[in-house]
């Protein structure tokens, strides 16, 4: 049984490795001409770990980033709004949230798959079935297989042609991210920041011993096209603007915040989708990577039961549905009241997180960072 897994990015590489190790045939059709990350750095939640904890890279990853064990959230002058410490769920799964860099972590998943299992600039156009299905690429090369997964992101070409589904939204707001060289006296050590502003919040953490990640997002509408970053981001706290300033412009990555209104069917037959193409969400929560590496978990963990892929995409679409769906609709809310641009409203959220106790916040980690499907 040949199983094809359509993009290269995260999700698919973390499902090709779960699929390698229960002994299946798998190739992963990657469209551009090289792995090359999407963004700058990315935070591997306590969920995702625990699940390459099971794929035997934990160590790995841990080595090539920072551990995270606490999250703060603050004004924009950095004053502590909300606080999480993580450690109690290190202690529960043995684990440790890791920042690291996007290019890092794809090569340790592509390295553990095997790059003669991975082909690129193979941009999948169309798909056409028979017995099996044929994939047909936009350099005019085509592939037969039994198998499809949907790795292809938000504007997944498996699921347009083989589903006709999808409503991307937009949340009309506008991202940078970079990474930035950090000042070895940096205090930043072990934390994740987000700083909430009117209408614009900012998020950083380090992902190696001297360079920090970095993120300003901001509502479309306080956008101005003569205003560079610093200037959109000047009232925030000197340091921050520090980042931005020692970040090249070309060096920063510029993005819409969308995603996928929830859809309710992720597989038919032979097929299925995985990560953004089935479940795409705004980043607030940290948790869209993390949501795709869980699907890879489950599919690996079923396709090692000796079942069908009909069987195994079913009911993974069934364990999974909930859950990546509460992870999409919550991320949408939260970044609403994070966005919020009148002063009253902004005083009344700061008001409030400052009065929230730590077990509301250890409530929802607890619900996230669980993979346990039994």
Same mark, same amino acid.
């Given at each position: 049984?040949?199983?094809?897994?359509?993009?290269?990015?995260?999700?698919?590489?973390?499902?090709?490795?779960?699929?390698?190790?229960?002994?299946?045939?798998?190739?992963?059709?990657?469209?551009?001409?090289?792995?090359?990350?999407?963004?700058?750095?990315?935070?591997?939640?306590?969920?995702?770990?625990?699940?390459?904890?099971?794929?035997?890279?934990?160590?790995?990853?841990?080595?090539?980033?920072?551990?995270?064990?606490?999250?703060?959230?603050? %004004?924009?002058?950095?004053?502590?709004?909300?606080?999480?410490?993580?450690?109690?769920?290190?202690?529960?799964?043995?684990?440790?949230?890791?920042?690291?860099?996007?290019?890092?972590?794809?090569?340790?998943?592509?390295?553990?798959?095997?790059?003669?299992?991975?082909?690129?600039?193979?941009?999948?156009?169309?798909?056409?079935?028979?017995? %099996?299905?044929?994939?047909?690429?936009? %350099?005019?090369?085509?592939?037969?297989?039994?198998?499809?997964?949907?790795?292809?992101?938000?504007?997944?070409?498996?699921?347009?042609?083989?589903?006709?589904?999808?409503?991307?939204?937009?949340?009309?707001?506008?991202?940078?991210?970079?990474?930035?060289?950090?000042?070895?006296?940096?205090?930043?050590?072990?934390?994740?920041?987000?700083?909430?502003?009117?209408?614009?919040?900012?998020?950083?953490?380090?992902?190696?011993?001297?360079?920090?990640?970095?993120?300003?997002?901001?509502?479309?509408?306080?956008?101005?096209?003569?205003?560079?970053?610093?200037?959109?981001?000047?009232?925030?706290?000197?340091?921050?603007?520090?980042?931005?300033?020692?970040?090249?412009?070309?060096?920063?990555?510029?993005?819409?915040?969308?995603?996928?209104?929830?859809?309710?069917?992720?597989?038919?037959?032979?097929?299925?989708?995985?990560?953004?193409?089935?479940?795409?969400?705004?980043?607030?929560?940290?948790?869209?990577?993390?949501?795709?590496?869980?699907?890879?978990?489950?599919?690996?963990?079923?396709?090692?039961?000796?079942?069908?892929?009909?069987?195994?995409?079913?009911?993974?679409?069934?364990?999974?549905?909930?859950?990546?769906?509460?992870?999409?609709?919550?991320?949408?809310?939260?970044?609403?009241?994070?966005?919020?641009?009148?002063?009253?409203?902004?005083?009344?959220?700061?008001?409030?997180?400052?009065?929230?106790?730590?077990?509301?916040?250890?409530?929802?980690?607890?619900?996230?960072? %669980?993979?346990?499907?039994?």
């Amino acid at each position: 049984m040949e199983i094809a897994i359509i993009g290269g990015g995260i999700g698919g590489l973390t499902t090709a490795l779960g699929l390698k190790q229960c002994g299946k045939a798998v190739t992963v059709y990657e469209g551009a001409p090289e792995i090359k990350p999407v963004g700058a750095g990315i935070i591997m939640a306590n969920n995702a770990m625990q699940v390459f904890e099971k794929l035997g890279i934990r160590n790995r990853v841990e080595n090539a980033g920072c551990k995270i064990s606490r999250i703060k959230i603050t %004004d924009v002058r950095l004053n502590t709004l909300s606080e999480t410490e993580l450690t109690p769920f290190e202690n529960k799964y043995g684990v440790y949230n890791v920042a690291i860099h996007r290019a890092d972590l794809q090569k340790i998943l592509a390295s553990e798959i095997g790059f003669e299992h991975i082909k690129l600039s193979k941009r999948l156009v169309r798909i056409e079935q028979e017995n %099996d299905f044929k994939l047909i690429f936009e %350099d005019g090369t085509s592939a037969n297989t039994d198998v499809i997964i949907g790795a292809d992101g938000i504007k997944s070409v498996v699921r347009n042609e083989l589903f006709k589904t999808g409503k991307i939204r937009d949340t009309k707001q506008r991202c940078w991210r970079g990474v930035s060289e950090l000042d070895p006296t940096s205090r930043f050590d072990h934390e994740a920041f987000e700083s909430w502003g009117k209408g614009k919040r900012f998020g950083f953490t380090k992902i190696a011993e001297n360079s920090i990640y970095w993120y300003a997002v901001i509502n479309e509408s306080l956008m101005n096209e003569h205003a560079d970053i610093i200037g959109l981001f000047s009232e925030f706290h000197p340091e921050i603007i520090n980042m931005i300033a020692g970040t090249p412009k070309n060096n920063v990555i510029f993005s819409d915040i969308i995603d996928l209104a929830p859809i309710h069917q992720w597989q038919h037959g032979k097929v299925c989708l995985v990560g953004d193409a089935a479940h795409a969400t705004t980043p607030n929560m940290g948790q869209g990577a993390c949501q795709a590496i869980e699907d890879a978990y489950i599919i690996g963990k079923l396709f090692g039961q000796e079942k069908s892929p009909q069987e195994v995409f079913t009911q993974y679409e069934a364990l999974r549905k909930k859950k990546a769906h509460f992870i999409v609709n919550t991320s949408w809310r939260l970044g609403k009241v994070a966005h919020y641009q009148n002063s009253v409203a902004v005083w009344f959220r700061n008001t409030l997180m400052r009065a929230i106790p730590q077990s509301v916040s250890k409530k929802q980690l607890n619900k996230v960072f %669980d993979i346990d499907y039994t």
